[in-house]
């Protein structure tokens, strides 16, 4: 059977667009963070039972301590579908860190949030340009056993 629409090169299609944003965006963003002496961001989230949500977006300096967030805002990339074109928001810095954690989790884990749900950290290293996302996702197991009596 032959569908007239090919969702494999749909879904091709969108997976480089999402891969193009967030290559995007993580330069953008590391680029700001060297920019105010930030060695390394963490953005951690955790979420279960249909809601989650960013727990905290943490800077730190090259000597690991904590920084504060620069008050200034960025242009952040976004993109709806593959017959978009990319559009651009200006959002603060700490509103586009996580919009980078949420953008990651729905393109890599989508319902990260649901049922047990899971948590991690999203951690942009400024020196080695890259970004790392660290998915722990929740289940409920259930171990079976029958035995005769």
């Given at each position: 059977m032959t569908d007239s629409h090919d969702w494999l090169a749909e879904h091709a299609a969108l997976t480089a667009l999402a891969e193009h944003r967030r290559r995007r965006n993580r330069d953008m963003l590391i680029a700001v963070l060297a920019e105010y002496g930030?060695?390394?961001?963490?953005?951690?989230?955790?979420g279960s039972g249909d809601e989650g949500q960013i727990e905290s977006v943490t800077l730190y300096n090259d000597a690991n301590e904590v920084v504060g967030?620069?008050?200034?805002?960025?242009?952040?990339?976004?993109?709806?579908?593959?017959?978009?074109?990319?559009?651009?928001?200006?959002?603060?810095?700490?509103?586009?860190?996580?919009?980078?954690?949420?953008?990651?989790l729905c393109d890599f884990h989508s319902g990260w949030q649901d049922n047990d749900g899971g948590y991690g950290t999203?951690?942009?290293?400024?020196?080695?340009?890259?970004?790392t996302l660290d998915f722990n996702g929740r289940y409920t197991a259930s171990d079976g056993y029958i035995h005769d009596l």
């Open positions: 930030v060695a390394t961001a963490t953005i951690e989230f955790d967030m620069p008050a200034i805002t960025v242009s952040f990339t976004e993109t709806a579908s593959a017959t978009d074109e990319p559009a651009t928001t200006v959002e603060t810095l700490d509103q586009a860190l996580e919009r980078f954690a949420y953008d990651a999203v951690t942009l290293c400024v020196a080695a340009k890259t970004a």
